[in-house]
């Protein structure tokens, strides 16, 4: 059983649209998250929900809308896509452990390609 | 400004012998540390985890060190095998529950028979 996943996997589509990517875990986890993984290799962190609440937002464009209609989904909605959306995205999980530490656990990403 | 720096973007070991892999923080909030690995078109798949209040903490063949006055953890992997070939990502974290994990670039392994 895949413990997050996401789809799809590949996705390409055209300047200005607008396309959802799907994340599930089942892993019990309270905390999802989306990374975003540049040209340049780097993981960056996007949003993070806990217990479907919005508590991570960094500087991201306002085109990209995080939607969690439960504590096992989080969807990543993005509007009037551009060029430079173009990047893989991955979605992630934690628990809190007794003790401190988040482990997150990634999904597999989906590469998005703007053309 | 990269707060977790991997600096070294490869390295070649051959089967057998010890693998460092090596990675600086800057930010002196962060007390929980992470290594994932990452094989092509796959995601990041959690390795080993240490917290600040150890300097050593061991799983099988892979133990990671910490060094908090030097800001240094490095992962070491004995005996290397051909399959830990992928990008290795240093990952840290000042500890709450939903806080982002900050990675650094990422250095690629290769484990030659």
């Known amino acids: 059983d895949t413990a997050v996943s996401q789809t799809p996997k590949y996705l390409v589509t055209q300047m200005g649209n607008d396309k959802s990517i799907k994340c599930e875990q089942n892993l019990g986890h309270d905390t999802m998250y989306w990374y975003k993984q540049d040209s340049k290799k780097f993981l960056k962190i996007m949003f993070s929900?806990?217990?479907?609440?919005?508590?991570i937002n960094e500087t991201v464009p306002n085109r990209f809308s995080p939607k969690s209609p439960d504590k096992a989904h989080l969807n990543l909605h993005i509007n009037s896509l551009e060029l430079g959306d173009s990047a893989v995205y991955f979605c992630?999980?934690?628990?809190?452990?007794?003790?401190?530490?988040?482990?997150?656990?990634f999904g597999p990403g989906t590469r998005l390609t703007v053309l | 400004d990269q707060q977790v720096k991997q600096n070294s973007p490869s390295l070649s070991v051959q089967e057998g012998r010890i693998s460092i892999l090596n990675c600086d923080y800057t930010?002196?909030?962060?007390?929980?540390f992470l290594w994932y690995k990452k094989y092509p078109a796959e995601g990041p798949t959690f390795l080993i985890s240490?917290?600040?209040?150890?300097d050593k903490n061991e799983d099988g063949r892979f133990t990671v060190f910490l060094n908090k006055s030097a800001k240094h953890l490095s992962l070491h992997i004995v005996p290397s095998q051909p399959g830990d070939s992928a990008v290795y990502f240093c990952?840290?974290?000042?500890?709450?529950?939903?806080?982002?994990?900050?990675f650094g670039k990422g250095t690629t392994l290769s484990v030659s028979s």
């Open positions: 992630a999980s934690s628990h809190r452990l007794a003790g401190g530490g988040d482990t997150q656990y």
């Open positions: 240490i917290s600040s209040i150890k």
């Open positions: 930010n002196s909030m962060f007390d929980y």
């Open positions: 929900y806990n217990n479907k609440e919005l508590i």
């Open positions: 990952a840290a974290s000042e500890g709450q529950a939903g806080t982002a994990l900050i």
